[in-house]
């Protein structure tokens, strides 16, 4: 007999976090969407505590407004605390952070990655058992990079080497960890093939149907501490199904 299980999911509207709400509810496992749109506000705590009554574990996919490396890591260190917080009152037994392959490794990175070493770094020193799942830049990572900088169908990105996963792929995993046993730092999980973001983003682009003209550039949000082979997967890495062709071939969803 399956045992059900209660989980939240903070950042449940968002790209990861509403498929992977949708993969426990396919296993049947009740989920406890915490978003501010949905009443529940993790940087001011209202809601929380709430929300995370007879909760068995959390997965934390959030992500943060695009905003300077201080700003960034503030508001994550705010989210984070609150929320570990809040599942301490709570006696949740399990804490499944979404994290970035590569980022402990390195100082530097855009104000995201600045963020999620805070992320990391209260979870690890914090009392709530927990599992960081690092993953590589999702499939569309690429044309979100390329949008970052556009202007009058012109956009810089980086020759950034890669090796992406597909949302869907990243979010089954989530799902099934915060199922399971806190684990402390989860192997590496990537998608099976390195790809160009340059490359990456003419060819999203193409598929949806957007025109822009892409400048490989280092002068941008990704600097050339990410270079090389920083951002690709270590030994003994998870290597997820989805090639980069089969989701652009399924329509860059």
């Known amino acids: 007999m399956r045992l ?11 790209n990861i976090g509403t498929r992977t709400a949708s993969f426990l509810e396919r296993a049947e496992h009740e989920v406890i969407p ?30 943060s407004p695009p905003v300077s490396p201080d700003e960034t890591r503030a508001y994550f260190g705010t989210a984070t605390r609150n929320l570990l917080a809040a599942e301490e009152r709570a006696g949740v037994r399990h804490h499944v952070l979404l994290s970035i392959v590569g980022i402990h490794r390195m100082t530097g990175g855009t104000a995201h990655y600045s963020g ?36 009058d169908g012109v956009a810089t990105i980086a020759p950034l080497l890669v090796q992406p996963i597909a949302p869907d792929d990243i979010a089954q995993v989530l799902a099934e960890v915060a199922t399971g046993e806190p684990q402390g730092r989860y192997v590496d999980v990537a998608g099976p093939e390195p790809q160009d973001l340059v490359d990456m983003a003419r060819r999203t682009n193409d598929v949806l149907g957007r ?38 071939v399924a329509g860059a969803k």
Do not use: C, Y
């Not at 009443?39 to 505590?49: A, K, N, P, S």
């Open 4 to 14: 059900t299980m209660r989980i939240a999911v903070a950042g449940a509207t968002g």
């Open 34 to 63: 915490i978003s501010r749109s949905l009443g529940v506000d993790m940087i001011t705590g209202e809601g929380l505590d709430t929300a995370l009554k007879g909760v068995d574990a959390v997965v934390d996919a959030i992500s």
């Open 116 to 151: 999620k070493r805070e992320q990391e770094r209260l979870i690890e020193e914090g009392r709530v058992p927990w599992t960081i799942v690092p993953a590589t830049q999702f499939h569309d990572f690429a044309a979100l990079a390329a949008s970052w900088t556009e202007r």
């Open 211 to 248: 025109k822009v003209k892409l400048v490989p550039t280092w002068s941008g949000p990704i600097d050339e501490s990410m270079a090389g082979n920083v951002l690709l997967p270590g030994e003994n890495a998870r290597i997820a199904p989805t090639t980069f062709d089969q989701w652009l």
